[in-house]
């Protein structure tokens, strides 16, 4: 089968939407619920999103594959379409990356630190030190607004005992 340009990776999008969604249908099945009496099952709304998700990128597949692809913002028809910058893609892919080995072992204010860094960093930023500022600063605030107000425990890592 002959696909217009920019269809494969389209087509992988979508691709990924979905299994992205089957992944979420999945993960909500096989989680276990403790015995609670509940009006609605907590489960109700990871379901609703993952079958949405696998609907829409249903459908999104169909039009790709009948040529009706998505143009980027301010071309039109037959205008080059710029290959995407994979060095700023593959830095904010190791920020999350960093974040996912960071959570647990250094904690929640430290992790996002460092992921805000590495993606302001992916996105043109300079200033390293002025956004290592605002990402503590940030990341703090929001620490203590779900641990104290909301009692929403977040992983404390390094600081477990001093915050």
Same mark, same amino acid.
């Given at each position: 089968?002959?696909? #217009? ?5 389209? /087509?992988?999008?979508?691709? *990924? !939407? +979905? @299994?992205?969604?089957? &992944? ?58 710029? #290959? ?5 893609? /593959?830095?904010?892919?190791? *920020? !999350? +990356? @960093?974040?996912?080995? &960071? ?61």
């Amino acid at each position: 089968m002959k696909f #217009k340009a920019g269809a494969k990776s389209e /087509l992988t999008f979508v691709g *990924s !939407l +979905f @299994a992205l969604g089957v &992944l979420v249908f999945w993960d909500t099945w096989r989680t276990e619920l403790p015995e609670i009496n509940l009006t609605i099952s907590p489960k109700l709304f990871p379901y609703i999103v993952s079958v949405l998700l696998m609907i829409l990128s249903a459908i999104l597949f169909i039009q790709v594959l009948r040529g009706d692809l998505a143009l980027p913002e301010g071309l039109e028809p037959g205008d080059k379409i710029e #290959k995407s910058d994979l060095r700023t893609f /593959l830095v904010v892919l190791a *920020s !999350l +990356f @960093a974040y996912l080995l &960071l959570i647990e072992r250094a904690g929640f204010v430290i992790a996002n630190t460092v992921t805000f860094i590495g993606i302001s960093y992916s996105f043109g930023n300079k200033n390293l030190m002025k956004a290592a500022g605002i990402a503590v600063l940030i990341s703090t605030i929001i620490y203590f607004s779900f641990t104290k107000f909301l009692h929403v425990a977040l992983p404390s890592g390094i600081f477990k005992g001093l915050m």
